[in-house]
């Protein structure tokens, strides 16, 4: 996959975790995501693109904005799951995905992969990659 497109957006989110492992994490907080999304191919198509930018950051900021300020406790995506920052990940890959899948050649030509990454701070980050 030696080309990559990555588009860059932020997440505001408030959330409380179940289980011993988080801590003071297990009450309501609050937590805003840098948030990466690349798209990988192993051609360029015939606009020398991965895929349009435009088209990118458009798929991710509708994504973030269903789940932006919000208590994601309380949302149905989510019942009985902790919303850590891997499965925010995975969530917002699998969305981008069904968004690609739905879009016509060219928009959807060549991207093989999807790799997000949540920033939760400067010094903390998951991601979350899949194959198309
Ligand atoms: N693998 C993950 N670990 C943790 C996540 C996560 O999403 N994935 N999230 C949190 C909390 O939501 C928050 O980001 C940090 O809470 P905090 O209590 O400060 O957790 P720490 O692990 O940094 O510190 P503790 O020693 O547990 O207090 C936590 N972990």
Do not use: K
């Not at 606009?47 to 309380?74: F, H, K, M, P, Q």
């Not at 990454?117 to 903390?124: G, K």
């Amino acid at each position: 996959m030696p080309y990559s497109v990555t588009v860059r957006d932020h997440l505001m989110i408030a959330h409380s975790f179940a289980g011993e492992t988080f801590g003071p994490a297990q009450r309501l907080h609050g937590a805003t995501f840098v948030v990466d999304a690349g798209f990988g191919a192993d051609e360029l198509d015939e606009d020398g693109v991965v895929v349009d930018i435009g088209w990118a950051s458009r798929a991710v900021a509708e994504i973030t904005g269903s789940l932006s300020y919000r208590n994601l406790d309380e949302d149905p995506r989510f019942t009985g799951l902790n919303t850590t920052t891997e499965r925010l990940c995975a969530f917002v890959a699998d969305r981008l995905a069904e968004a690609l899948a739905e879009q016509p050649a060219p928009v959807s030509g060549g991207v093989t992969s999807i790799t997000v990454t949540l920033h939760e701070s400067h010094i903390a980050w998951a991601t979350y990659s899949r194959s198309l």
